[in-house]
């Protein structure tokens, strides 16, 4: 069990917007930046999104970062079918004096 | 262009002992940290802890202590994985990752099985 929390499923069609929450704590989002991945089935990881809200050089706009408090959030909009993947959100826990991934979150685009 | 490249995949019996290696170019490898990472089958990912590759300090999340190390060698500038006494629960996909900023830049995995 990870001490942050996905819910582990999400569905979208194409051209909607939606989001992946990512529920922690004052041990780690509360006072750390979040990071974003997305893994392709069959395929590494990505870093889709650092420090909160940051994309690196190369993701789409479509896709944007957010934190409130102690969680954080992932919106993808203008959905398409190739965004289909598992979702990762990670941070810093001081508890643990480690990094930490949530549980992950498969999106699934009708 | 930075590329991170894994040792091909390995089959264990329990009890024995594996060495991954990740092996970097096109960037300084000594100026980033090194990330590891586990997949077990069907699961999410776990955060295995890091290497400073300009100290060669290694740092082991919890329940990554004891049998698993890191090292270096910096002049083929690759970073290893090594676990020993191998149990059937450490069958998986192990990831090298530079760290800047998230880890950015990923290798392929290795997966390693562990069966007898």
């Known amino acids: 069990q990870s001490v942050v929390t996905q819910p582990p499923s999400a569905t979208g069609t194409p051209g909607q917007r939606v989001t992946i929450s990512c529920s922690g704590s004052?041990?780690?989002?509360?006072?750390?930046?979040v990071y974003w991945y997305q893994q392709l089935p069959g395929t590494a990881p990505k870093l889709l999104i650092y420090?909160?809200?940051q994309r690196p050089s190369g993701v789409p706009d479509r896709f944007s970062g957010s934190k409130s408090g102690t969680s954080a959030s992932l919106a993808i909009s203008g959905l398409r079918s190739e965004d289909e993947a598992d979702y990762y959100c990670?941070?810093?826990?001081?508890?643990?004096?480690?990094?930490?991934f949530g549980g992950g979150t498969k999106l699934t685009v009708l | 262009q930075v590329q991170l490249v894994q040792s091909g995949s390995e089959l264990k019996r329990p009890g024995a002992s594996v060495k991954v290696s990740c092996k970097a170019s096109?960037?300084?490898?000594?100026?980033?940290?090194m990330n590891w990472v586990r997949q077990a089958p069907g699961q999410g990912l776990e955060w295995m802890g890091w290497?400073?590759?300009?100290?060669?300090?290694?740092t082991y999340a919890q329940g990554f202590t004891g049998r698993f190390v890191f090292s270096l060698d910096t002049s083929v500038s690759t970073a290893y994985l090594q676990i020993s006494s191998l149990k059937a629960e450490d069958t998986a996909v192990y990831y090298c990752?530079?760290?800047?900023?998230?880890?950015?830049?990923w290798g392929q995995g290795t997966l390693v099985t562990v069966s007898s």
């Open positions: 004052n041990s780690n989002i509360g006072r750390h930046d």
């Open positions: 290497i400073n590759a300009n100290t060669g300090n290694p």
């Open positions: 420090k909160t809200n």
């Open positions: 990752a530079r760290d800047s900023e998230g880890a950015d830049y």
């Open positions: 096109g960037y300084t490898f000594t100026k980033y940290t």
């Open positions: 990670a941070v810093w826990d001081v508890t643990l004096s480690g990094a930490v």
